[in-house]
């Protein structure tokens, strides 16, 4: 990724390149299609062997045991208490799984998988030759990166993430038929350390600020933001899309279970308008106020080009839906419009019959 940070402009910081010098025509650019994003905050994971597949499928929420070559999905590894440990997104290109994940938690998911091999014919590797860039589906950059993207097994190895829909298996808590998700179109491309330069060179490029806005406002949750040690995948709606539901047991699975059809998640993830009057944005971790009280934590914030300051916050599940909060940032309190992602009555599904919401978009070939 030297490449990118040589380029005019650009501001690096712990996880990455922030920004290019505009974070808002960074974003619009890659809201259109148009930009691409170098992702040094995420790293790459191979799982090579025979096993691979039903393997995985045996140890983690998702169902890939006949995930097809090119199809892309993602996740969680979970601990047997049912909270989060690990997060992937996921592309088999017919003889190696390959996994993305944020890359503070890229080496312990590796470790992870490496002591979990047992008896199985598989090979567990972390990739650090592959460089990450996303970008939007549906413009020039999905173009220049299935071009330039890896193809070890004849495929380019281009991940499109499924959060647009509901994925077979899985459940929607938000209340909603418009999800921002819908129209996220996010995917991110492997690229061979020396393919990077052609691709800077081919496409303008926008900062890790402008990726997370557009996250942000697709509600779209990531282990780095939205996971704690007391995260379970129900709070942040990640059972739309890193969760199968019907699918033979694995670690954690019990608790998956018993509080979708009997209970409900303790706490809900919301998305926050904040009054950018006072030019402040919250970091994660800042408190989420209802009156007096403590109701949670913020998870993300950005600033997004047309929403405005936005942020996601994990709040406790009794936090009432139709409050105004306030966000306490630099000593001061930001107030903050709450639109519900998660209801308060989320769980508790057992009677309820499921409505299954698929969207794929293709990516270019």
């Not at 090979?123 to 070890?152: D, K, N």
Request: proline residues 6%; charged residues 25%.
């Amino acid at each position: 990724m030297d490449v990118f940070a040589q380029l005019p402009g650009a501001v690096s910081s712990e996880a990455g390149i922030s920004h290019f010098g505009d974070p808002v025509r960074e974003q619009r650019a890659l809201a259109e299609g148009d930009a691409v994003v170098p992702r040094a905050d995420r790293l790459v994971v191979s799982v090579g062997g025979p096993d691979r597949l039903t393997w995985l499928d045996s140890i983690t929420s998702q169902a890939v045991s006949r995930l097809a070559a090119g199809e892309s999905t993602e996740l969680l590894v979970l601990d047997p208490q049912g909270r989060i440990e690990h997060a992937a997104a996921v592309l088999d290109d017919g003889e190696t799984t390959w996994l993305i994940a944020d890359a503070p938690d890229a080496a312990g998911l590796a470790a992870w998988l490496g002591m979990m091999r047992f008896r199985s014919r598989v090979e567990v590797a972390l990739r650090p030759e592959l460089a990450v860039i996303g970008f939007v589906r549906g413009g020039a950059a999905e173009r220049t990166l299935v071009a330039a993207a890896s193809s070890p097994g004849g495929l380019p190895l281009v991940w499109a993430d499924p959060w647009g829909g509901v994925r077979a298996g899985g459940w929607q808590y938000a209340a909603t038929e418009a999800h921002p998700g819908a129209d996220y179109g996010w995917a991110e491309a492997l690229v061979a350390e020396e393919d990077v330069a052609q691709v800077a060179a081919d496409r303008p490029a926008a900062g890790l600020l402008a990726a997370e806005a557009l996250r942000v406002a697709a509600w779209r949750p990531r282990w780095t933001g939205e996971v704690d040690e007391r995260s379970i995948p129900h709070e942040a709606d990640w059972l739309r899309t890193a969760v199968h539901l019907d699918k033979g047991c694995y670690r954690g699975q019990e608790t998956v279970a018993k509080v979708h059809n009997l209970g409900h998640p303790p706490r809900r993830l919301v998305m926050l308008h904040l009054d950018g009057s006072d030019s402040v944005l919250p970091e994660r971790g800042a408190a989420v106020f209802a009156g007096d009280a403590e109701a949670g934590r913020i998870t993300s914030s950005a600033r997004h080009h047309e929403l405005g300051p936005i942020a996601l916050a994990i709040v406790s599940r009794r936090t009432p839906p139709g409050e105004t909060l306030t966000v306490e940032a630099d000593g001061i309190r930001i107030a903050a419009a709450q639109e519900v992602i998660v209801p308060g009555d989320a769980g508790a599904t057992a009677d309820v019959p499921r409505l299954t919401r698929l969207s794929r978009r293709p990516l270019a070939r």
